[in-house]
């Protein structure tokens, strides 16, 4: 086996996978983590660093864009769907967090139908109230109106989930527009926030 976890060349498929699986158990644990450090009282802890949340996110967003196969695992063997919706809605202020979120839930609903009637028709208890996928990823895009990044992953994850007959044409102006700006890489991401910051800075000069 080769060092760092990960699978040496030649190895089955199988233990390939078991492997990738071990790591993303992992980034499971982490979203467990934050979601234990908000108490009985669901209250998160603002002071808390979010880059080991923000980094767990988008590994698992990353690992759920590969291939059909680890969706499912991903969503029947670890249920990350379970804490994901919980961490959207009590950490729903910071829109990083939503953002790195609504990406892992418009991927693990991407072109997998059973994990998209499993998210739609399953919902997740946090303190009174009952959630579903669909109801968390709607109020992120009325809280965050101005963060463009919420905006289009959210968008593009109820699409997922929903299907284009039955989302708001809102909703569908927004996911063809994060379609055709390319927001599947990190880096696009990146690349467009500089280039808004820098526009930002000629107009303000």
């Known amino acids: 086996m080769a060092r760092g976890g990960s699978a040496a060349y030649g190895e089955p498929a199988w233990k390939r996978r078991r492997l990738d699986l071990d790591v993303l158990s992992q980034c499971v644990d982490v979203l467990h983590h934050y979601l234990a450090h908000a108490g009985q009282d669901q209250v998160p802890n603002p002071a808390l660093d ?26 029947s063997d670890l249920q990350v769907h379970v804490p994901l919706v919980k961490i959207l809605r009590l950490y729903w202020y910071s829109p990083s967090v939503v953002e790195r979120s609504c990406r892992l839930m418009f991927w693990l609903a991407h072109k997998h139908k059973p994990n998209q009637e499993r998210l739609c028709r399953e919902t997740v208890g946090l303190g009174l109230r009952q959630y579903s996928a669909a109801e968390c990823l709607s109020q992120s895009l009325a809280e965050h109106p101005e963060a463009w990044g919420v905006q289009h992953h959210a968008a593009r994850a109820l699409m997922a989930l929903c299907g284009r007959k039955n989302a708001h044409p809102h909703v569908v102006e927004l996911a063809e527009a994060t379609s055709r700006l390319g927001f599947d890489e990190d880096e696009q991401l990146q690349a467009l926030r500089t280039a808004d910051a820098d526009s930002e800075d000629v107009e303000m000069g």
């Open 50 to 75: 979010s880059e080991p949340l923000l980094r767990a996110l988008t590994q698992l967003a990353n690992a759920a864009s590969t291939e059909r196969d680890m969706r499912e695992a991903l969503v």
